[in-house]
Structure formats: C-alpha cells, structure tokens
C-alpha cells in the first residue's frame, strides 16, 4: 500500500496564508480532497496524512470533518498549543478520534533557536506518549541542536523530522546539516521524511542528480525502516508536478530491494502513525 504521508488541506484565505509569497502563487486557492482524490487516482496513491497548515485549534478540528468523510484520509497530524497550562485535557479530548495520530508546532517559524527546549513546551511533549500521539518536528537546519537535545530527553517518544530538516539546497548547504542528522538518528524513536525536497532548491531548475546526496545521506543514516515518502502537496506544486515530486523518490530507492522500497512507500507510515 503506498501511503503519503505528508500533505496538506486548505481553504485560501489571504492573511492565513501570508507565508505563500509570489513566487508560490500557484498555490494560492482552495486544495481540498475532492482535488487530492484525483491525484492519488492517477499515481496510484491509496492514501495519505493530512498534517496542518494553520497553528489553530479550528485547523485540527477542520482535518478532522474531512478526515471523517474521506476514507483516503487514513490519518491526521494537528495542531494544539502544547505550551498551554490545560495541555493534558486538549489532548484526552483528541484522544477520542481515531484517525488523530499526532501533532506538530511550526517551529521553524519561531525566532528562539531553542524554542523546543522551553520549559512549558516539554511539558506538552510530555504528555503526548500518555496518549500515544507522535509530534513531527518542522524546522530548518539551524534548529537541528535542539532536535536533538528534545529526541535525547524523550526516548519513548515517537519523532518525525518533516522535510529532512529543509536544507538550503539552492544554496548547496550540506555540511553542518549532515553532522547534526547523523547525531539524531542514532535516536531509534526518530523517523525522517523524504519530502518538501524540490522547495528547498530552485523552483524551476532542480534536478534529482543536486537532491540525491541529501536523500542518501538520510537513507544511510536512518535507514530504509525510518524513512517514509511524503509529498508535501500542494506546496510541491510550486516546483513541478505530483508525479515528479514522487519519481524524485521512487526513483532513488529504485536499488533497493522490493521489501525495503515497500516500507519507504507506505508501511514505514502506517507503522508509525498506527494506520
């Protein structure tokens, strides 16, 4: 079963949606399920996690309807405010819905470097594995530290490192992200996915040749059980197409056995999320 597991559901709204600038203008109206179905028809996806877009208690409970109507829709990442005092009651209210198997916090839009290590948002990371969810870390390159710091305080915790940690691709950063994802892989409770690759490098003039040293250095450090394909549609729009941004995978781990490129596709997912 080939499962997406990372994507997005949106109704445009201008200022909820500042962060998509001119030059992602193509994104810039309503992707809903009816749209994504269509896709998934023609790459022969069988289903997907919706993950959020928008840091509102409005957008979990938004995923959660279309969750609820579209069987595609085999799991959710939402958004609750993990720093807030009530934390443990927000998440034994979610608990109840089955296909709400996690949370994430647009962290790599916080200015503190260290934002994860704050003492009332480790609290909220706490009291997720009471409820089984898992949290997905977005960040970029320069908040790896206290990715790391966070998988070595909660061994038990289920991780999972959105966009490889989105390296400066364009711009040929390597080095010091590659030093700081060997560190948190050594954490067996950290998973990484193989998505929002194209974004990080030239839009228009991205090959597979300048994104595969990137997706090796995952592959070796993680290895084929910790890594799962995501898409990262629509925002994958603005650098081509569904079937390219999925090629840039299945493509790579084409010399990997039938066994290994079957878990990246899809059961790696369904694993960690409880699909």
Known sequence: MIIDSHQHFWIYEAEKHAWIDDDMKVIRKNFLPEDLKLVYQANGVDGCVAVQADQTLAETDFLLDLAEKNNFIKGIV?????????????????????????????????????????????????????????????????????ALELARSFPNQKFVIDHIAKPYIKDGFYDGWTTLMKAISEHENVYCKLSGMTTEADYNNWTPEQIEPYMQLVLDAFGSKRILFGSDWPVCLVAGNYTKTKELVTNFIAKLSSEEQAAIMGGNAMQFYNL
Do not use: C
Not at 81 to 95: F, G, N, P, T
């Open 78 to 146: 939402g958004w609750v405010d993990l720093r807030a005092a009530d934390i443990d009651e927000v998440l034994k209210h979610y608990s109840v819905f089955p296909k709400l198997k996690g949370f994430r916090h647009v962290v790599q839009g916080e200015a503190d470097h260290n934002f994860m290590l704050r003492p009332d948002f480790l609290n909220g990371i706490a009291a997720l594995e009471k409820y089984n969810f898992t949290y997905d870390i977005l960040i970029f390159p320069h908040q790896l530290g206290s």
